[in-house]
């Protein structure tokens, strides 16, 4: 990993999980924070 924020896509990608999943997560305040 770089120091660089990742991207959506790239959080997506790097977790295993659905764009989707990664947008309801940040919906809820759940999930990796940013």
Same mark, same amino acid.
Request: hydrophobic share 35%; net charge neutral.
């Given at each position: 990993?770089?120091?660089?924020? #990742? ?7 790097? #977790?295993?999980? $659905? ?6 997560? +940040?919906?809820?305040?759940?999930? $990796? +924070?940013?």
């Amino acid at each position: 990993m770089t120091d660089r924020l #990742l991207t959506l896509p790239e959080v997506a990608d790097y #977790l295993g999980v $659905p764009l989707q999943t990664v947008y309801a997560w +940040r919906s809820r305040g759940d999930g $990796p +924070r940013g």
